[in-house]
């Protein structure tokens, strides 16, 4: 028999979160700190509409789009939270989450085969190098640094461009490093993006979830609109990550070849979640702006934790993760993880499962209590002190 | 009301054994900013208690909690007040709010049998001569309390590890 399997595929690396995973499910009593979702339920007046639509027996497909009401709300609620205008019926897009988007945005401009290139800032959520691949683009690593604060600088962008790059994706507020671009950022590198005519996929996935100043997209750069698809979703700022909804903008050309690829391998987004969604829009915004406060108050209080312990940790303005580095300790994330959880029943994910770079930090997420970080943090602190007095002093 | 104040109210309402000073971290404020407005709270009035919430159910102490409808007649130049202060002065009257609608004060009890309350109704509260009318409601089960559900324990479902 002839293999059944493609080679490409077989080539991709499997997730080391994965990995990590399977760890941490053999321990029964293990403390968390590895979670990328809300803590929170969906608040219940979303459920309670998503519960009402199957009263209803809304059960049937929506257009292949999806709901007219819910792409009308999507562009009333970019224009009141971020001041971006789309036309709803051509430049909007109902997905399978975010992720579904990451996936349709690069099938829809890359060439396959054609050696283009796809510039991939990581540390970075794990799908995005895969999802090049798959679309048949050669994914191209920039390696973003702690000294940044994991910011994409415009030099850094300019080194990584070739005249093969086409895509660059734009993965800010970030998920690990919790890093985020603020307008002159953005300015910065949009000047090389216009200037090298390449294109933008913004993962804003975590737009609500910022802690500085009110997030910006790079949409709202002059030019840069017509060459970016923005992505986001309800699974982070509305608590709705089992429902599968997220949604991408793009000028219409593009996001009329996205249709087709969605059209004819998803056909359209759960409905249900899309009668849901509809309610979050036009009703969530106070449920948004708690989450924020409390994730806010979990930040400072991990941040301030880490201060004591003298742990170095960028502060991160952004999503629901902190990025401390542990060079100091003279071990990889990995085993620097693995004896954590092993020695004090705490799990976090190695930075290195998003990518090379993330060597020598971990990804904390504060998705959790208080309660809950405050017991974690003691532990860290234990631990940590215990490395610290077995080690010979560095001079 | 000044946001540092909003921020600390927002906050201890659901968690007031927080230390001062990990209150001053969560909230980004400074540590004597904190303590001041909260001295200044508590002076005002605006902070008048820090309780807790305690589901006596599960306790082997036996305890009954009625909400009991009163109607009554205003007296001229007080009205509600006076008979509303003699109601809270009982000691096993935990609450008296004045309602709208079809009665006039909202009076919560507890006591530890339901013949305890009947008496206290029967005996203190009926007898009073601008009292028209009560109507009591015996609780059977709290479900949810101060916002805080008493049925069901928290548990975390999500996979401990995701990307």
New interface residues.
Partial sequence: MRKMTADQVEALKPSGIRKFFDIVSEMKDAISLGVGEPDFDTPWHIRDEGIYSLEKGRTFYTSNAGLKELKEEVCNYLNRRFQITYDPVHEVLVTVGGSEAIDIGLRAMINPGEGEEVLIPQPSYVSYEPCAILAGAKPVIIELKNENEFRLTAQELRDAITEKTKVLILPFPNNPTGAIMERENLEEIAEVIREKDIFVISDEIYAELSYKEEHVSIVNIPGMQERTILINGFSKSYAMTGWRLGYACGPKEVVAQMLKIHQYAIMCAPTTSQYAAVEALRNGDEDVAQMREAYNQRRRFLMNAFREMNLPCFEPYGAFYVFPCIKEFGMTSEEFAERFLKEEKVAVVPGTAFGDCGEGFLRISYAYSIDNLRLALTKLKDFVTRLRENKDPIC | MNDTRMKIL??IEH?SRIHLK?LA????VEEVAVANELAAMEQEGIICGYHTMIDWDKTTTEKVTALIEVRVTPQRGQGFDTIAERIYKYPEVNSVYLISGGFDLMVILEGKTLKEISQFVSDKLSTQESILSTATHFILKKYKDHGTILTKKYE?E??????
């Fill in positions: 927002t906050f968690n990990e971290v969560i909230l980004g975390d999500r996979i401990s590890i995701t990307p």
